[in-house]
């Protein structure tokens, strides 16, 4: 069973900083894309940004310049160093995985359940 667990989410006023993990736990055998998504009460979830398996990023336009994607392959975790913050960013913030548990499986795509991150004006 693979388990996605977000952290690092709060309150902040605009202008400052936040950095958000998210960490796979279970039996993985390769990951392919990591990414962040985040949804606004009452919006639809959008894709925030990406990384590939080979480091490639793709970011969305309203926070390109701002947010930065890494990820550490080694403890399978993902990062979204999230800077110069704005009232807009406010949203809850989910990681997706997109992985295989063993080489008899398929990819699929994997969930966290969820950070608050809460921008004041």
């Known amino acids: 069973q693979v388990q996605l667990v977000e952290s690092g989410g709060g309150l902040v006023q605009a202008g400052g900083s936040l950095r958000l993990s998210c960490a796979a736990s279970?039996?993985?055998?390769?990951?392919?894309?990591m990414a962040w998504y985040r949804q606004a009460p009452g919006k639809q979830r959008e894709l925030v940004a990406n990384?590939?398996?080979?480091?490639?990023?793709v970011k969305a336009d309203s926070v390109k310049g701002r947010f930065t994607v890494s990820r550490d392959n080694a403890k399978n975790t993902v990062y979204l160093q999230m800077n110069s913050l704005k009232p807009e960013d406010t949203a809850v913030y989910y990681c997706?995985?997109?992985?295989?548990?063993?080489?008899?499986?398929?990819?699929?795509?994997?969930w966290g359940q969820g950070t608050q991150v809460t921008v004041s004006s």
């Open positions: 990384i590939a398996s080979d480091g490639t990023t």
């Open positions: 279970g039996t993985i055998l390769s990951i392919r894309t």
């Open positions: 997706n995985y997109n992985l295989k548990t063993d080489r008899f499986s398929t990819y699929a795509f994997y």
